[in-house]
T-cell receptor
Framework: NAGVTQTPKFRVLKTGQSMTLLCAQD?????MYWYRQDPGMGLRLIHY???????AKGEVPDGYNVSRLKKQNFLLGLESAAPSQTSVYFC???????????????FGPGTRLTVL | GQNIDQPTEMTATEGAIVQINCTYQ??????LFWYQQHAGEAPTFLSY????GLEEKGRFSSFLSRSKGYSYLLLKELQMKDSASYLC?????????????FGKGTKLSVKP
């Protein structure tokens, strides 16, 4: 199993450009999450999905959109990138909402995004 | 409100023991996770506590006191490869979402 994979690994955008980050998991997990990680801020939840076709806002959703058209994929879109969106983006997945030692969140390797 | 506090940085010596503390205040609590994150890599699961007490797994142990809103991660026989950030995260169930609230992480540097 590949686990959780993310595409691309690195990207540089200019202000105002758009892009989509792809997350894929092969563990048949229902729940998927998008986080951003900034120095001194820790991991913050952007959006999450509790199943195919459903999405919900997290702590910092502004400027991002998401879609979960297939159970194994969770897409994060930036419609008009801003320098404040320079960050490392992590995708994660879990089997269900009842997180414990047998059902933790698995993280992808991250995407480093720079917006100039 | 929700708040998770842990020290920003710690330094320890190879072979020693180090304790990383985490205090939390959340409106709902259903368990606490510790994750390890090496620089430039993804967080990986270390431990989970839901009941008061100590959970031991090899060189790593994690403790929880629910009444005090307090946890610590204990690393024994430190190795250079333990240099990483350690993230404390609390499960917070509002409805059915399995969300985690993360602290800002503690960067541990292990010196020879």
């Amino acid at each position: 199993n590949a686990g959780v994979t993310q595409t691309p690994k690195f990207r540089v955008l200019k202000t105002g450009q758009s892009m989509t980050l792809l997350c894929a998991q092969d563990m048949n997990h229902e729940y998927m999450y998008w986080y951003r990680q900034d120095p001194g801020m820790g991991l913050r939840l952007i959006h999450y999905s509790v199943g195919e076709g459903t999405t919900a806002k997290g702590e910092v959703p502004d400027g991002y959109n998401v879609s979960r058209l297939k159970k194994q994929n969770f897409l994060l879109g930036l419609e008009s990138a801003a320098p404040s969106q320079t960050s490392v983006y992590f995708c994660a997945s879990s089997y269900s909402a009842s997180l414990d030692r047998d059902n933790e969140q698995f993280f992808g390797p991250g995407t480093r995004l720079t917006v100039l | 409100g929700q708040n998770i506090d842990q020290p920003t940085e710690m330094t320890a010596t190879e072979g020693a023991i180090v304790q990383i503390n985490c205090t939390y205040q959340t409106s709902g609590f259903n368990g606490l996770f510790w994750y390890q994150q090496h620089a430039g890599e993804a967080p990986t699961f270390l431990s989970y506590n839901v009941l008061d007490g100590l959970e031991e797994k090899g060189r790593f142990s994690s403790f929880l006191s629910r009444s005090k809103g307090y946890s610590y991660l204990l690393l024994k026989e430190l190795q250079m490869k333990d240099s990483a950030s350690y993230l404390c995260a609390v499960t917070n169930y509002g409805g059915s979402q399995g969300n985690l609230i993360f602290g800002k992480g503690t960067k541990l540097s292990v010196k020879p």
